[in-house]
């Protein structure tokens, strides 16, 4: 059984402020971790993929998210947040298995004030 | 390349009555996933088709079914309509359909029950 457990569902940052959000995996499996960005109005967008290479991966926008299979953690962040960062954002994990289905956290919104 | 795309966009109905969404993949993708989003449940995956097949399914009830065309294109079909299915429904398309390729959102279908 595999899932994803965001911590905090509401996130507020100043702009400029470092963007920390937290996602915690449960997993059988060796995972494979996502993490998405949706603006209002639309579908959600790939920031970022750990598919077992490297444990720290870039995304787009700035942000980067590290794997870390002591703590089941793949927390993104982004060093200085901007007002277009202000968005919902979601974790996802999946086996390493084609055909493996993606569970995805809850979601967390990201205020970023001016 | 053109995204996925999802028709209609939005969508009023009463319940009891029947509804069909559509999902075009991208060009290519063989794999077309179907999520429905709500404010209270986040993201819940409703199934998985690749090749014309279902490949997996969600904790969904019968009254939620769905089809894959020999294009890859898509629909879902939630007959006897609940309030409860008030939603967005979101498409995803995959390439290759396995795990280390990332799904592709489409803008969702808002679906309103009256």
């Known amino acids: 059984a595999q899932s994803v457990t965001q911590l905090g569902s509401h996130v507020s940052v100043s702009e400029g402020a470092l963007v920390l959000l937290r996602c915690n995996y449960s997993?059988?499996?060796?995972?494979?971790l996502f993490w998405y960005v949706q603006y209002p109005n639309q579908g959600l967008q790939l920031l970022l993929k750990?598919?077992?290479?490297?444990?720290l991966v870039k995304g787009i926008n700035g942000f980067e998210a590290e794997f870390k299979k002591s703590e089941t953690s793949f927390h993104l962040t982004k060093p200085s947040a901007h007002m277009s960062d202000a968005a919902e954002y979601f974790c996802?994990?999946?086996?390493?298995?084609?055909?493996?289905?993606?569970?995805f956290g809850t979601g967390t919104s990201l205020t970023v004030i001016p | 390349k053109a995204g996925v795309t999802q028709t209609p966009r939005y969508l009023i109905k009463t319940r009891g009555q029947q509804v069909t969404l559509s999902c075009s993949p991208i060009?290519?993708?063989?794999?077309v996933s179907w999520y429905q989003q709500t404010p209270g449940q986040g993201l819940q995956f409703l199934f998985e088709?690749?090749?014309?097949?279902?490949?997996n399914k969600g904790n969904f009830p019968g009254r939620f079914s769905g089809r894959q065309f020999s294009n890859s294109r898509s629909e879902m079909n939630v007959s006897t309509l609940e309030l409860g299915d008030s939603a967005l429904y979101l498409c995803?398309?995959?390439?290759?359909?396995?795990?280390?390729?990332?799904?592709?959102f489409g803008p969702g279908t808002r679906l309103t029950v009256t």
């Open positions: 995803a398309s995959k390439n290759n359909g396995g795990p280390t390729y990332e799904q592709y």
């Open positions: 997993s059988s499996v060796p995972p494979y």
């Open positions: 750990y598919t077992s290479a490297a444990t």
């Open positions: 996802a994990v999946s086996g390493t298995n084609t055909g493996n289905q993606f569970y």
């Open positions: 060009s290519g993708h063989r794999s």
């Open positions: 088709y690749f090749s014309e097949t279902q490949r």
